[in-house]
Structures are given as structure tokens and as C-alpha cells.
């Protein structure tokens, strides 16, 4: 069965491809078209006959002004409509908002990689070339809203019929590695398979390894695909996909190694993520606390500081428990013990939360500190030692502590 040459927009408000049409012809843009996600799964439900998915995104590409464009929107339709979320002078990029649906409005241009894994060299293009920069043949394919036509050079409806993700070319994950967590991410959301030859291409480059920065050095220069934007893509796996299936295709595809090699031979990361969104953790940190290094690997992917701080203060936990473990001593230790263990070390509640997903040693002692002992008071109030004639000082609180502690010996 073929793909038509068109596209079915019903699932776009009334009125709003007119709008985009008018308002780019009256700044002087004569191209404009949807591209990615749009398309492609406007394809997918048309050709698969299933029902069109409510749209909440959509991607534009036009020869001409991004911001020109955007802004002109705005004056168009008013502020009330329209929202300009972000506006990126460099690139000629604007993400605004348009009766409640995202858009990201871009200037059609190419790219050239310097070196790889850095950010690009842009200039501008026409819309046929700027398809080239995408990322796979089935987000290649741009409908052109002035005649409802689709532009398909790199056969991406070919890709959609048999359901296969193809890179764009063979340089795709050399120039850009997060290319293999979107693919984690499509195959995982729309059900797809990798080709053999994109297959080949994730696992020889990643074998090559063909950047200046080399895993365990330094983090001073990462090329930002190893740092900052394959932060982004591994957010948006746990924030928007499958992440159980596209984690497991990262490490089947032996992807996981763009962290590091102790996660891609890591088999626990599926119950420590699932028990991280039990205790209310960050997903990516819990897969991060699997590393051999996890805060030198945060450091590298720019995690906020709470979560390096957290990263931080489980290993010390882990390395704590480990050494109580060693020693048997803890066998005798009555509840209140452990809490001055616990309590002493001024840990934050969330990172004792990670540490028993990571599994340290004898985590059980801080699964009860956390469901039990912590929420156990003294009997008797300050207030109360004070009226019973108790001074306030180190002895009030001494006595306090001696209360409590009889109190948590008789809940074992």
C-alpha cells in the first residue's frame, strides 16, 4: 500500500494553517511547511488507519524570519493567543504558544559539524535542504502548507510503510550522539525497528569513538551531544516515552556506553528507576547512581546541583553501610542507634530515599528509619521538661534524646 502524496490536518484547529499561510505571505515568506513530528505521525495514523492523536506540538520550517514570524503572530492574533516562550537569535529558532499548542517556528538552514559531537555551523537554506540536517528518514518529510504537498527526499514514507528507523546518513551519530536516544525514543513510542545499517552505524562509531574527550577524563570540553543535550534527551525518555523499552534498547543496541561502561553491563536500573518514582526521585538520577562514578558522571551531563548533591550524599551512605556491614557489630544495635547513625550524618531525607534504590547494604535499617523511626518523637515535650522544672539547655535536650530513645527501643 503507498502513502498518498498529502496529509489529513483535521486534527489541527480550524483555521490555523490559513493563519500561518496569511501571515508569513504578508511579512514576504512564500515557503512554509510542517515538519517532524507533525508529518510523520499524520502519516502514521493515516496509513496504519488509526485515529489521529489530538495535536500538542507542531514544528514549522520557513524561508524566511523565524522571530519575524512569530512575533507578527503575536501581533496578528494577540497576546492573549499567542506566547513567546523562547527565542534563539543564533539559531533563528522561537517556541511559542498558540491556543494552548506548542510551536516551534525555524529558519530553514544547514548544518556543518566541525568536529564531532560540538554544535554546528548554520547557515541559511531553502526548505528541500534543510531536510538534510534531520535526524531520521520519517522526520524528513516536510508538508508544504501553500499546496498541501508533501517533500519527501529521503523516503521517509518508505520507512513509515515498513515501520524501520533509518538515519539520514552515515555520519548521523558521528556528528550527533543523542541520535541514538531519539531513536530509543521512537522506537520504544511508535513501535518501530532500527535497521540493521543504523544498527551498525550506533555500534561502529560508538566503537571508534571518534571524540577528543574520552570517558573518565576531565570534564572540562565535553562536546555538549556528550553532555548537556544528551541530558535533554534522556529527560524527555522519562518524561514523555516508554522509558522501560527505551532503556533497554540503549543497552541492547550497547548504547548505554555514552554514559559509561558500568551502566551499559548493568542490569539493576529498572527496579532502581521504578523504585525511585515510588519514593518521588528524579528517574535520570537513579539511573545515574548506577555509574562506578555517578557524581563525576552528573558533572558531565550538567544535572542540577540538588541532584549532584543527592548523588553525592547516597555514595557516602553506601560507603557508611558498607563498612557497618563488614563489621557485624550492627547485629546488636537497638533502634535508637541506628537513628544517631543516621541522624548524625545530617543526610537528606531524598538521598537515604536513593541510597536504598542503589540497594546498599543493610538497607533495610534505612527503609524503617524512613517508614518508622525518624517519625518517632519523645513522649514528654520541651514544654512539658519545663514546667516539671527543667531548665532550657544541653541537659533538656539530653534528656530528650534519652526519652526518645527509650521510645524507639520499645518499637523494635
Known amino acids: 500500500m503507498e502513502l498518498e502524496n498529502k496529509i489529513n490536518l483535521s486534527n489541527l484547529p480550524k483555521n490555523l494553517i490559513n493563519i500561518f499561510l496569511v501571515t508569513a505571505k504578508g511579512i514576504g515568506i512564500d515557503r512554509i511547511a510542517i515538519v517532524g513530528g507533525g508529518v510523520r505521525d499524520g502519516m502514521i495514523s493515516q496509513h ?4 489521529p492523536h ?4 507542531l514544528d514549522l520550517v520557513l524561508e524566511g524570519s523565524a522571530s519575524e514570524l512569530a512575533k507578527e503572530l503575536q501581533h496578528k492574533l494577540g497576546s492573549e493567543r499567542v506566547t513567546i516562550l523562547r527565542n534563539n537569535s543564533a539559531y533563528e529558532t522561537v517556541t511559542l504558544e498558540i491556543d494552548k499548542i506548542q510551536v516551534d517556528i525555524a529558519s530553514a538552514r544547514e548544518e556543518t559539524y566541525i568536529s564531532p559531537g560540538e554544535n554546528p555551523i548554520i547557515q541559511s537554506t531553502i526548505l528541500e535542504k534543510d531536510l538534510n540536517r534531520r535526524d531520521f528518514t520519517i522526520n524528513a518529510i516536510a508538508l508544504d502548507l501553500a499546496s498541501n504537498q508533501l517533500i519527501d527526499l529521503h523516503q521517509g514514507r518508505d520507512a513509515i510503510r515498513e515501520r524501520q528507523l533509518t538515519f539520514l546518513h552515515r555520519k548521523s551519530v558521528e556528528e550527533d550522539p543523542t541520535r541514538i536516544v531519539r531513536g530509543a525514543r ?3 513510542r511508535l513501535n518501530f525497528n532500527l535497521t540493521k545499517e543504523s544498527l551498525d552505524q550506533i555500534q561502529s562509531t560508538i566503537n571508534c569513538w571518534p571524540w577528543e574527550w574520552k570517558l573518565n577524563e576531565a570534564n572540562n570540553n565535553i562536546p555538549p551531544a556528550l553532555g548537556t543535550r544528551l541530558r535533554m534527551e534522556l529527560e524527555l525518555v522519562f518524561t514523555k516515552e516508554p522509558w522501560e523499552q527505551a532503556i533497554s534498547y540503549l543497552q541492547s543496541w550497547g548504547a548505554l556506553r555514552l554514559l559509561d561502561q558500568s551502566l551499559q553491563s548493568d542490569r539493576g536500573w529498572n527496579k532502581r528507576i521504578f523504585s ?3 519514593l518521588g526521585l528524579n528517574p535520570l538520577t537513579a539511573l545515574v547512581a548506577g555509574s562506578n562514578d555517578p557524581l563525576n558522571l ?3 551531563l550538567q544535572l542540577p546541583i540538588r541532584q549532584q548533591n543527592l548523588l ?3 555514595n557516602e551512605i553506601k560507603k557508611l553501610f558498607t563498612a557497618i556491614s563488614s563489621t557485624k557489630e550492627y547485629i546488636n544495635w537497638s533502634p535508637s542507634e541506628w537513628c544517631q547513625v543516621i541522624e ?4 537528606q531525607q531524598d538521598s537515604i530515599s536513593l541510597a536504598i534504590c542503589v540497594g546498599v547494604p543493610l538497607k533495610d535499617y534505612l527503609i524503617k528509619w524512613l517508614t518508622d523511626w525518624q517519625s518517632i518523637k519523645s513522649p514528654v515535650s520541651a514544654k512539658e521538661l519545663i514546667e516539671q522544672g527543667w531548665k532550657p539547655g544541653p541537659e533538656l535536650r539530653k534528656e530528650l534524646v534519652r ?3 527509650e521510645k524507639l527501643n520499645k518499637s523494635n
Not at 489530538?54 to 506540538?57: V, Y
Open 48 to 51: 496504519f488507519d488509526h485515529k
Open 54 to 57: 489530538s495535536l500538542r506540538d
Open 186 to 188: 521512537y522506537a520504544a
Open 276 to 278: 525511585a518514582y515510588q
Open 298 to 300: 552528573a558533572q558531565r
Open 312 to 314: 553525592g550524599m547516597s
Open 344 to 347: 548524625n550524618s545530617h543526610w
Open 403 to 405: 526519652l526518645r530513645a
